[in-house]
């Protein structure tokens, strides 16, 4: 089994838990066998002697000796077990913490390998899940399923041989009950587990509704529509309330069962032990040992079911989490990758590229080039392929035909990470990690220092953005933090990539409209942000548009019209349009 | 102790259930003891008289007792814990209703999160400590445990008293260990979350990781958050190993007084062996009730903690309540009217809105544009007395202050900006605007009004389709539509849109705004808006800035006066070309 896979580095401590279990698992027999051979042996002794002895000539004190001395045997089993047991839980947990730290770090550095396209098909919740809940469920595998479930078998045969040990047919009894009890335990464990899972699901619809109601309270307000939204809380908790009810009868049965079921199990102990306790074939002292064992033999059978359910959940995780680790990333680095030629120029060309998402072409023999230091502007409609073909130049996908150089170097036989430091990325709402606001700017990127996060602060007048906050760049972003607008995120995403001062920049602009005044700072952050750079830019700005060398015009897939400002004012096509009507308002800000 | 009294007294509500349930508590403990006495008394018999016949009659006896032993626990448990549900439910139900009429001071102070918890784990805390805590574990301890001594001291005092005190070094073991424990599995929760949160974060922020190549910074984040986890892990193992090794030494050195201060008794012939198997037995059977005890007892602080949060929920008033005795209008025709209205948000330092006073007529349509942050949304929102600022704002005349909140909830529909819908049908979506069921024509037309028909005819389950989470995902632009429908479905007098069309293309806009003037004849529309295209046809346009009207006219008349709007329209006009060109290509 894959999962033997982890677990074999730790195999000495897998070893060391199983004998620390063991070694409890002795004291804890050991401690009514102490019991028994005090009583069958001094204690009866002194008796049997006191009945024979004449009145007054029986002294007591051997006996007491004798007494005393299973009595400090018994106190330092007693201690002894005590430190193994601490000592066993930590070291399980510890043993099994490490197989789940590997099993962890490695699963989430697997996922961060796999290519966008895998991204595009699996939902983020649902990797978060393969790495949270399902690799959970795994530790409960390890710290109390798999070692624990192997030894409350080993306790039981033991017991029950040992059982046989003290009197076969007391023990003969025990084994015909002992499956009754074993049923009633599985059966219920299995209901229980269901019964749960619908009240888990549930209070999460009820909780998920309250959350909903907290984050619309504006609506419900402004329409005064408490009273509809209460009703509708009523019905998800009366839901939830039945479901509890379900699960509350459940154990209500199953207590009192196991405890009937017990007391069956100790009157037929009695009644069938009757006859030899009577006669003395059973001492009194081996009947408290079976009866003390009997106990031990009961308590590994009521979790049966339990260990079943964690074991049950821990492999159909396992197998979701096997399932994530056997895909491999489509966009692989080439055998051989090749390095870029230094310097870095920045030039960048596509010939014949065409992609599609599936069976949806998105892009159609595109071919163009960006000269070092020069900036090419997308412009088109939603959906006429800008995105894809930026996409495209990060290597995020692969092209399906055609091919991209950087510096006449085939893009497929770079090195992806490598390829990708050189450049400095701003997309469309740009994601801002809830860190600090140094962390977002610097990213941890060894070609980010101090003077150039400096400089990148300065040239994209973020810098002044941050002078405003009260802890400047130490801020933390947070989901309920600072929230930065549109418009700040967009400075602080072209910060972030002029920090790393790049030869070549891929810039996808924001669509979503901001006020003027941060419209403008952002116009001039861009101007600055491109020039001297090669550049590739969505462009939704007319400002943006007007600067660029080449303006390449997308229409679904194709490039329809190209060339620099000028060729395209005179060839009279769309950017012609757009220019005219322009100049035709003097009053441009 | 005291707070957490008026809780208790909510268990209350359900007497009956309540004691027959609190009944069979004792009851079962006596059954319990029973049984090992009758065991007892059968091993004496069997070792001293070594006759048999009386066995019948022990096996009836014993599975009587184990009978009603069973019952009665069935009925503690079913009864007291199915109340206690009860009261979850109840508590829960209440919170809720209270929450939702408490005023937007209290939502904008409090973190939704940390409201959720108290309808969420505060009233778990509570009910677990009042319900089956109290009533059934340490009820069940104050019978069994006082019971279990008092027939052991009859048979042994000595033997009985020594016995004792391990047995609660356990109660005072695990009341030092629950807080403890508490504390440290919290820990083991929050590291996993935080897992969580990072992978959420990794995952969802994967383009930007890559393009800049920083997936190893990320594992190594990771690795280090993992470690912490298991740290925690560890740690919490440490505190219950520590737990689980001192209860189980106090629960193994019970025996050793009943071994050697016992077995000296039965030396001396002074204690029968029946009588030392009733000590054993009822050693064990006290243990457990015991360390419930003890564990109860660390539980209490945390279970009163959480009586203050819910209590304070309780509490809390809305400082916008219903005036006592209200004034209704029959027939609210819109006219509205802003005399000297100013707001501040709590702890904000400036002005919210400054100064602000304006007349809308019945049935016209008032314009609200500004830079972000000017104080368009919270004009809108004290038109809806969200909020109550200074000045007075009136409708039809009488301050809404006096007003009824039937009158003033009518009377307004209000489309928000962030396009909020539940995850419901979308029928029921709808249906939220109107205060009484809609039939299936009226929804239609509200839906081809909005012009959402296309849409909504290709969801596979049509009215009926749910959207949000468990449905189809609508884009930003289809739900202000729905909103916009929604607000229709009211058929309010007063129409109030917060740049409600702002994920809307400029051409869709210009039909929805044409469709919403013939929806609109004879209503008062307040709208705020981001884009000036939106208000043009405002009958009266006002500029905020900074809280202040900085202009007030209508769009002709802004172009000539307002710098700000002139500056923004040329703007905004060139770049709704620019898409307009692009889109029709």
Known sequence: MRLAAFARPHRARFAGSFALLAGLFLCELALPWVLRTAIDGPIVAAQTERAAAAEGAFDATPYMFQLGGWSLVYLLVVLIAAVVQYSQLRYVTRTGQRVIHDLRTQLFTHVQRMDIAWYDRNPIGALVTRVTSDIENLSELFTSGFVALAFDLVKIFVVLGLLYWVSVPLATVVTALVPLLVITSILFRGGARRAHRVVRAKLSKLNGYLQEVLSGIRVVAMFGRQERVSSRFRQELDSYYRANLKTVLLFALFFPLIGFLTVLVEGSILWTGAGALSNGTLTFGDFLLFWWWVGMLLGPIRELGERYNVLQSAFASAERVFEVLDTKAKVVTADAPTALPEPFRGHVRFENVSFAYGDDEVLRNISFEIAPGKTVALVGATGSGKSTLVQLLLRFYDPLAGRITIDGVDLAQLEPHAWRRHLGVVLQEDFLFSESLEANLTMGRSEVSATSLAHALDVSTAGELIARLPQGLETQVAERGVTLSTGERELFAMARALAGSPRLIVFDEATASVDSATEARIEEATHRLLSGRSALVVAHRLSTVRRADTILVMDRGRLVESGTHDELLASGGLYAKLYELQFSDDTLP | ?585
């Open chain 2, 1 to 585: 102790m005291k707070t957490l009294l008026p809780f208790a007294r909510r268990f209350l509500r359900h007497r009956l259930l309540l004691s027959i349930g609190v009944t069979a508590v004792p009851l079962m403990a006596v059954a319990d003891i029973q049984i090992t006495l009758l065991i007892g008394r059968a091993i004496d018999q069997l070792r001293l008289t070594g006759e048999t016949d009386f066995l019948p009659r022990f096996a009836t006896g014993l599975l009587v007792l184990a009978v009603a032993q069973g019952l009665f626990r069935f009925l503690q448990r079913w009864l007291i814990v199915g109340v206690s549900r009860r009261f979850e439910r109840d508590l829960k139900q209440e919170l809720f209703d209270r929450l939702v009429r408490l005023s937007f001071r209290f939502h904008d102070k409090s973190r939704s999160g940390d409201v959720v918890t108290r309808l969420t784990s505060d009233v778990e805390n509570l009910r677990m400590v009042l319900g089956p805590g109290t009533l059934m574990y340490v009820l069940s301890a104050m019978v069994i445990v006082p019971g279990s001594l008092y027939v052991l001291t009859k048979m042994a005092p000595l033997l009985t008293l020594c016995m004792v005190i391990p047995l609660f070094g356990v109660t005072f073991t695990m009341k030092y260990f629950a807080r403890r424990l508490h504390r440290l599995s919290t820990n083991v929760q929050e590291r996993q979350s935080d897992l969580g949160h990072r992978a959420q974060e990794s995952f969802g922020g994967v383009r930007v990781i890559k393009a800049y190549g920083i997936a190893d910074r990320e594992s190594e984040q990771f690795t280090e958050l993992s470690r912490r986890s298991a740290d925690a892990a560890v740690d919490y193992s440490k505190a219950s190993g520590m737990t689980q090794a001192l209860v189980g030494l106090a629960h193994n050195l019970a025996f050793l007084p009943i071994l050697f201060v016992g077995g000296a008794a039965m030396i001396d012939s002074t204690l029968a062996a029946g009588d030392l198997f009733k000590f054993v037995d009822l050693a064990n059977k006290s243990f457990w009730p015991v360390i419930a005890l003890g564990w109860m007892a660390g539980l209490v602080p945390r279970a009163m903690a959480s009586a203050d949060r819910v209590q304070a929920l309780l509490d809390e008033t809305s400082e916008i309540e219903e005036p006592t005795d209200p004034v209704s209008l029959p027939r609210v025709r819109g006219a509205l009217t802003l005399e000297r209205v100013s707001f501040r948000y709590p702890g904000a330092a400036r002005l919210a809105l400054d100064d602000v006073s304006i007349a809308v007529a019945p049935g016209e349509t008032l314009g609200i544009v500004g830079p972000t942050g000017s104080g368009k949304s919270t004009l809108l929102s004290l038109v809806g007395r969200l909020y109550e600022g200074e000045g007075t704002i009136r409708l039809d005349g009488v301050p809404l202050a006096e007003l009824s909140f039937a009158t003033l909830r009518g009377a307004l529909a209000f489309v928000p900006q962030d396009g909020f819908l539940f995850s419901d049908s979308y029928r029921a979506n709808l249906s939220l605007g109107a205060s009484a069921p809609l039939g299936d024509e009226h929804l239609w037309r509200l839906v081809k009004e909005a012009g959402l028909e296309r849409e909504v005819r290709s969801f596979p389950l049509g009215l009926e389709q749910p959207i949000g989470e468990r449905g189809v995902t609508l884009s930003g632009g289809q739900r202000q539509r729905t909103c916009i429908a929604r607000a229709l479905a009211a058929d309010p007098v007063i129409l109030v849109l917060d740049d409600a069309l702002s994920a809307v293309d400029t051409e869709t806009e210009a039909k929805l705004i044409g469709n919403l003037e013939r929806a609109g004849r004879g209503r008062t529309v307040l709208v705020a808006a981001h884009r000036l295209g939106t208000v043009k046809g405002a009958d009266k346009i006002i500029v905020l800035n900074d809280g202040r009207i900085d202009a007030v006219g209508t769009h002709a008349e802004l172009l000539e006066s307002s710098n700000w709007y002139r500056r923004t329209w040329k703007h905004q006009s060139m770049q709704a070309e620019l898409e307009k060109e692009l889109g029709r290509r």
